[in-house]
């Protein structure tokens, strides 16, 4: 499958398709201002910290996607980053999505269902912006992967690809990762080839994202709390269950992001009904299985749909568990839903096959109108921004002048009342992550835990948390365990539910009130840590070295030869 070549292409279609889907889906979120809901959390000046770099040895959560987000913070402002990194997503994603399509009207249906559709809209609604960003690249990464073989600009863009999605965090990188995998095994061919093609995948995955992995080997965290293995388990946001959810493109485990219509049986069977023609009129010929992009998306959905219900399978909850538990880094996979956006891109090259065969054979233009429509039909609810529960706000004066302090004073910060998440008056009481941890450079102690609704949590990471955590459910003195762990700044937020044990003892200190903020002062630091390692630069170094080699490839193709070619032929 590839774009045609004409006036207009496919890529361009899917462009401007993803930006129109795009405008329409994030609406309010598009206004000037921070966007601010559960994990998507922007900041002004992001500052370019040992934690956005990943060097400050705590467990890599948003590395390297902070640091993209701080150094394009250095010439535009934080807001208009987010904005262009939201709507960008789109944009790239529909061109992908476009490209898999020979016509127009399948880049057109192709882009819409990639840029409208249960995984992305659940996605936006708990804040994964990294996820929705680096997801955009997987088209890309499906073609590049499959034209390996063609030779220098094979190689060049597949390198490419898969060094951009590692940028936007663990789980763009694996997702991209995987997908090359399982595409270059459906290649086939010499053993030799086959071998080479693997390794050049996994060596450039593994390089691409040092910036995340090194730091989380080297952190030492403790095993996974078996906790997440239920919390983060797919849920069944439609009537079809579990693994009917995760075909219709959803089953999030957070159902605060569910999409009301589709938990109903009309516009679920409607969805569900919709799914079922695509993939039976897509797979039925023998085009299907010859193409190597078709070939590879039908593995790598299959795929991924089975590691999204994986928990729900007989006997898959215990042995995820256990994976999660007993292997370092295999947390990745309790959040399992992540992996079924390689099932939707099997729906998105399905669409494009069967919208592109309408079309060459001029059927009723009413097939290809529902065709392209039926997805944002059976989810309207995704439109201008979560049916307008999005929207953009400013910092307060008050948030912007402590944080500004702090960073002037540099010592590490507590931040109470204990609560992972916050509703502020100012930003609409939507909830939103605590937003200190990115308005300050140095070392922010906060509570890391998951508050689950029947009450239980799943542990962090952070073993400073864990011991306030303790300490205030015990009643022990919080204040000396602060100091003992070299904190010297205190900030309460007023406006936020303090309920008993949530907020320590702090009387005795010296404090002033700013706003809907009191900052307490512990006394100078006196503890002192370990100088750090200069081996924490080596994850970062690795990353470097791929974005460098990607871009030199990228430049060494479009003159015709790559630099090894140019390297040889100087020897001769």
Same mark, same amino acid.
């Given at each position: ?26 609406? #309010?979120?598009? *206004? ?72 127009? $009207? ?16 659940? %996605? ?71 071998? %080479? ?17 090194? $730091? ?49 049986? $009309? ?41 999204? *219900?994986?928990?729900?399978? #007989? ?48 059927? #009723? ?30 910092? $307060? ?176």
């Amino acid at each position: 499958m590839s774009a045609q070549r004409g006036p207009v292409r496919p890529g361009v279609v899917g462009a401007l398709t993803g930006a129109l889907a795009g405008i329409a889906v994030l609406g #309010p979120a598009l *206004a000037p201002g921070y966007t601010l809901h559960y994990d998507l959390v922007f900041v002004p000046d992001l500052p370019l910290s040992a934690r956005t770099l990943g060097t400050d040895g705590s467990v890599p959560r948003a590395v390297p996607n902070d640091l993209v987000v701080a150094l394009l913070g250095t010439v535009l402002p934080g807001w208009v980053v987010q904005k262009l990194l939201l709507l960008g997503a789109f944009v790239v994603g529909g061109a992908g999505a476009g490209r898999l399509a020979r016509t127009v $009207p399948g880049a057109v249906a192709a882009a819409v269902l990639w840029s409208w559709n249960p995984w992305l809209g659940e %996605r936006l609604g708990i804040g994964h912006w990294g996820y929705v960003v680096g997801a955009a690249l997987l088209p890309w990464v499906l073609v590049a992967a499959t034209r390996v073989r063609s030779g220098p600009r094979g190689v060049a863009a597949l390198v490419a690809t898969l060094t951009t999605a590692s940028l936007w965090g663990s789980t763009p990188g694996v997702l991209a990762t995987l997908l090359a995998l399982v595409t270059v095994l459906c290649l086939g061919g010499p053993l030799r080839l086959l071998a %080479r093609d693997l390794a050049l995948v996994a060596g450039v995955a593994l390089l691409a994202n040092a910036a995340w992995w090194w $730091p989380f080997l080297r952190a030492a965290s403790r095993a996974a709390d078996p906790a997440g293995t239920s919390a983060f388990a797919a849920g069944a946001d439609t009537p079809f269950g579990i693994v009917g959810s995760l075909v219709l493109g959803g089953g999030l485990w957070h159902d605060r992001t569910w999409f009301v219509e589709r938990t109903g049986w $009309p516009v679920a069977a409607l969805a569900m009904t919709a799914v079922l023609a695509l993939l039976v009129g897509a797979v039925r010929t023998r085009r299907w299985w010859r193409d190597p992009v078709t070939r590879a998306a039908s593995a790598a959905g299959v795929a991924g749909l089975g590691l999204g *219900a994986i928990a729900a399978l #007989p006997g898959g909850h215990g042995l995820l568990t256990w994976v999660v538990t007993s292997v370092p880094g295999a947390g990745l996979l309790r959040d399992g839903q992540k992996f079924a956006v390689l099932w939707v891109l099997l729906l998105t090259v399905a669409t494009a096959v069967v919208v592109d065969r309408l079309h060459e054979r001029r059927l #009723p233009v009413v097939a290809l109108v529902v065709a392209v429509v039926w997805p944002v039909a059976t989810l309207p609810t995704l439109a201008w921004g979560h049916s307008g529960t999005w929207g953009s706000v400013d910092y $307060p004066d008050d948030v912007r002048a402590v944080a500004a302090d702090l960073r002037a004073e540099g010592e590490p910060v507590a931040v109470f009342p204990w609560s992972t998440y916050r509703r502020y008056a100012w930003a609409d009481d939507r909830v939103v992550l605590d937003p200190w941890n990115r308005l300050l450079p140095q070392t922010v102690v906060g509570d890391d835990r998951l508050s689950l609704r029947q009450g239980e949590s799943v542990a962090g990471e952070d073993p400073t948390a864990a011991a306030v955590t303790t300490a205030l459910a015990e009643g022990g003195d919080v204040t000396d365990l602060l100091r003992r762990h070299g904190v010297r700044w205190v900030v309460v937020a007023t406006d936020q539910p303090a309920p008993a044990g949530s907020v320590p003892e702090l009387s005795g200190t010296s404090s002033r009130r700013v706003g809907d903020l009191v900052v307490h002062d512990l006394g100078p630091v006196t503890t002192s840590q370990a100088p750090p390692g200069s081996a924490r630069w080596l994850g970062l170094a690795g990353t470097g070295a791929a974005v460098v080699g990607s871009l030199l490839l990228l430049l060494g193709t479009r003159r015709g030869e790559t630099w090894p070619t140019r390297r040889r032929a100087r020897l001769k």
